[in-house]
């Protein structure tokens, strides 16, 4: 029984490159303690080239599961306990929209790569890899992200994946 509880307690590595990131507008998740444990560990980059883009009306930085397009993201490793990770997968609508995958993460020359949960987006739209890709996500004026409470409750994030602009 004291085996299972610690290996229920042990602490894992995330990696985010969104809005989760220190100075982005959804970091407070992370560094809210009721929400479980996250510790910064160091930053990193992805291991393989994964498109980042920004989407849907409310300009959310998605992470697509396309391996080989896109360019070599930068983030931030995280440590975070069980608790953490149930609050994150159900902030990323986990299995509805993202999955959450274990990753090699580079973390440095001459330091090699660490295992990383990420989440990826699995389905998508086409048009999604048409879109700029970005090696580095930061909230700016020209895409501000707007957070999941401000958004209109008609348009759920599934349904805005397909989301396409009309000229006003």
């Not at 996500?137 to 994946?161: F, T």
């Amino acid at each position: 029984m004291c085996n299972l509880r610690k290996a229920s307690s042990a602490l894992q590595k995330l990696f985010v490159c969104g809005t989760l990131k220190y100075g982005q507008p959804s970091h407070s998740i992370l560094s809210n303690n009721a929400n479980g444990y996250a510790k910064y560990w160091c930053r990193a980059t992805t291991a393989e080239k994964l498109p980042l883009v920004i989407a849907t009306r409310y300009n959310i930085p998605f992470l697509l599961n396309k391996p080989g397009i896109g360019f070599y993201v930068t983030g931030e490793i995280y440590e975070v306990d069980n608790k953490m990770l149930k609050v994150l997968d159900d902030l990323e609508d986990c299995q509805d929209i993202y999955t959450r995958e274990m990753l090699d993460m580079n973390i440095g020359v001459g330091e090699g790569t660490v295992p990383c949960w990420v989440y990826l987006l699995q389905k998508y739209p086409e048009k999604l890899l048409k879109l700029e890709y970005l090696s580095s996500y930061e909230n700016n004026e020209k895409h501000p992200y707007v957070i999941r409470h401000q958004r209109h409750h008609k348009y759920p994030p599934n349904e805005d994946l397909s989301y396409t602009a009309t000229a006003q």
